[in-house]
């Protein structure tokens, strides 16, 4: 009933370009890779576990993921390129939640008590948040299992929560895990998160053109500044200038909630993955109005192609006019003309469903994903040029790993700084926050190259340290 | 049929604040206070014609200007905010007109020979580009007119034209009335109409805010630099350094069109007043996901306020899925959770007429008109900001004297700002572009203080100087 599992489709595809085989992979049976267990299963205190990443790397063809505890495909949408951590041999006894406003991003460690290669792996999973009850309801799942595993007293399970949610729902949580639940800034595990992936994974980090589409950086430590552009439901602006020093700077209201929103209405469609499909196979300038639209021709001296959008939707209102005025003389309305126009007043919707616009919903889709993406893209370039920042990472559920999407905003940070700043995505780009509230909890060891600094450096020892914000 | 004569209302209701009188005026009879004729009819050739702007003022009861020649309330809107310039005695044998991709608006200067009083008006109308005939057959008509009140030969009429249907509707004017039409850079003739307002007329600019809707600004000579932010059915931003010294920096496509398109496909609004109107009545926070509902309470460490918007349509897919699933449960499908939810996705509109999502029109205007407008003034602001320049003029038919428009640009503005920046509107704000190619053609003497140089100044021997884009 839900289309929740299809919310990875595009994402695998675009991601396949790293991985060249096995295109069959998610037919394949589970676990087929995993027979034996060798395990240490060093139980610690929570709070001073340490997590080894030596050699941490992305796991691509990932059959071997545990699917969800409860056997359902309806409550979550698990994220496929979990991370595999070779030496890491503890066990972790917490889990990372980071609760938008539209999904719930969930990470947690788990061995692999049946395979025979040591460590464990990092597991991504997301859920609507409207559907928080089954993101609970799988979390108790992980506890019941960590108990069985660890022997571990129930209280020793510690949920690091983060976002919007982790205020909304503490309670609920808290109630139904029996277990505490510590509450983390959304911010501050953004970059926390952000740092990880960007100092620690190889292959994670990437640049996105038509002509190459997935330029792998290579992990590095002189990272700072940037600016991190997070886009969920709304888009966070945050300017980053060290470990611990942030402040986010701006952001926008015309986020992935906006386009979900707008498109559901506009095209009828369930689910985003839909959407994104819809906006592959459309096209923009069935109702956007174009510089060759008004110019007939391009604005030279101004530097406008005839091909850029001047107004997005900018065709809808007089092509809908058009199409009703023509409706409306051949219905033998012609000789109105001096008559006010008072019954379409009183009623707002004057027979929408039977004279239907022109306009099919991938072009819509099309319109609407272009018009949000340059957006977000040049005031991200604004904010970059107003706080001297030259990298732009780009963050957040609404991307999707939609070639698109990147290919728009990538665009926009090159067009308006004439070439000279650069787009950055992420491969785990929806799990900045939810990994940063998962290291929160283990302060020493794990950032090797400092992008989690030791205790006392800049105020770790401080348990909820102020933000930079000015 | 059309609904074009509506569109002066919310203008007219705005700006009756500096009105104190007559209410009623719109419904007295044409032309009451003309009465006897006391024109010097002084016939100059066409481009030396002198326009004597001392003592201009805005006419606010306007029952004396005409209505469209032919007497039709159909082909354009007529906007009641006539400029009378009382010491000007010479007739002027040219009318401006500027094509946009929505709207065409048209200036022309007329005398009064009824009146007692000396002098005449400038004239502003406008029409829907796509009834640019009407327009043209406007112009036509003008033409008429004006040979018999001046006996000039026909060639001595000239139409100064800008905006992208300069060049598109070229052809077709130049054929349909048979005179010279001179086509004059857009971005160009909005700052030369722009100068003029701000040096020139008393009570045209002010600032706007909730509590003081309509503070007026002395007209002064002091002006520059500043950054117009001209809002028709997109968004151009252009930098002005000097009387003929400006720069396009930027703009965006989400603009007029935007709101106007998505409008009429989301609430089946036939005009943009109704669409405004509806957007008074509405709440946003239906639609809206507000920090507020991602938090339970307010995100105080980054101050961000409970009530502040997180994500445009931010509600709308949560609320629609959850309707669609009540519909589906109701249904019957509530057996279904393990299969695939293929059925949605080959149809892209799943019964969207029998489910009425939960989302008013109005809710959803006032959720656009919001989101729109604070995109518009938070991109302002940015560019602002990048060309270090404190005041900001909003120009464009998009305003149209609305005030929830201007107070959430103002308010941007404020909030973006701190304070230190300050929004301005103009009471001919969709007019620029038409009053600066109106001017071009009378480069001497029109501007007392400055607003337009004597020739030889800053290159008006030059025709058609290069603008300064970089």
Redesign the interface.
């Known amino acids: 009933?839900?289309?929740d599992?299809?919310q990875t489709d595009e994402l695998s595809r675009v991601r396949s370009n790293d991985v060249p085989a096995s295109p069959s992979s998610s037919s394949k049976p589970l676990r087929m890779r995993t027979n034996t267990a060798e395990i240490d299963s060093t139980i610690t205190h929570p709070g001073s576990v340490k997590i080894n990443v030596t050699g941490a790397f992305i796991v691509d063809q990932d059959s071997s993921s545990p699917t969800n505890v409860n056997g359902?495909?309806?409550g979550g949408s698990h994220d496929t390129k979990d991370i595999r951590l070779p030496n890491h041999t503890a066990v972790v006894s917490h889990i990372a939640v980071d609760i938008?406003?539209?999904l719930a991003k969930l990470v947690y460690f788990s061995r692999e008590p049946k395979s025979r290669e040591p460590g464990g792996r990092l597991n991504f999973m997301n859920f609507?948040?409207?559907r928080i009850d089954d993101c609970v309801e799988f979390m108790k799942q992980l506890k019941i299992k960590q108990q069985k595993l660890n022997g571990s007293r129930p209280g020793e399970l510690c949920v690091m929560a983060t976002?919007?949610?982790a205020?909304?729902y503490y309670d609920k949580i808290r109630e139904a895990l029996g277990v505490d639940v510590l509450r983390e800034?959304?911010?501050e595990c953004l970059i926390i998160g952000l740092d990880f992936f960007i100092t620690e994974i190889p292959r994670e980090v990437f640049t996105y053109s038509e002509t190459d589409p997935m330029h792998f950086e290579e992990p590095r430590s002189d990272i700072y500044p940037y600016l991190l552009v997070n886009i969920?439901?709304?888009v966070s602006m945050i300017k980053v200038s060290g470990p611990r020093a942030y402040q986010?700077v701006?952001g926008?209201?015309?986020?992935?909630?906006?386009l979900?929103?707008?498109l559901?209405?506009?095209?009828?469609?369930?689910?985003f993955d839909?959407m994104l499909?819809?906006a592959e196979r459309g096209d923009n300038a069935k109702?956007?109005?174009l510089?060759g639209?008004?110019?007939?021709?391009d604005?030279g001296?101004?530097?406008l192609k005839s091909s850029t959008?001047?107004?997005?939707?900018?065709?809808?209102?007089?092509m809908?006019?058009?199409a009703?005025?023509e409706a409306?003389d051949s219905g033998g309305?012609t000789n109105?003309?001096?008559?006010?126009?008072s019954s379409?007043?009183t009623n707002?919707?004057?027979s929408?469903?039977t004279k239907a616009?022109p306009?099919s919903?991938p072009d819509?889709s099309r319109s609407l994903l272009y018009?949000i993406s340059?957006?977000i893209g040049?005031?991200a370039y604004?904010?970059s040029?107003?706080h001297s920042l030259s990298t732009i990472y780009f963050g957040g559920s609404f991307i999707r790993g939609h070639r698109q999407t990147m290919n728009t905003l990538s665009y926009a940070i090159k067009f308006?700084s004439n070439g000279e700043k650069k787009a950055y995505f992420l491969r785990h780009e929806g799990y900045l926050g939810a990994v940063g509230a998962f290291l929160k909890r283990q302060p020493r060891n794990w950032g090797r190259r400092g992008s989690f600094e030791e205790s006392g450096g800049l105020g770790l020892d401080r348990e909820y340290p102020?933000?930079g914000?000015g």
């Not at 559901?264 to 689910?271: A, D, F, I, V």
């Open positions: 009933m839900s289309a599992t299809t359902s495909t309806n938008g406003g539209s609507e948040t409207d976002g919007g949610g205020y909304k800034d959304e911010m969920g439901s709304g986010r701006g926008t209201s015309l986020g992935g909630g906006t979900w929103g707008l559901s209405l506009l095209t009828g469609s369930r689910t839909e499909g819809m109702v956007d109005m510089v639209d008004i110019y007939g021709t604005y001296k101004i530097g959008i001047a107004s997005s939707f900018g065709k809808v209102f007089r809908k006019r058009e009703e005025r409306e309305l109105g003309d001096s008559d006010p126009p379409s007043q707002p919707h004057p929408s469903e616009p306009f919903a819509i018009a340059n957006n040049q005031i604004l904010q040029e107003k308006w102020s933000p914000v």
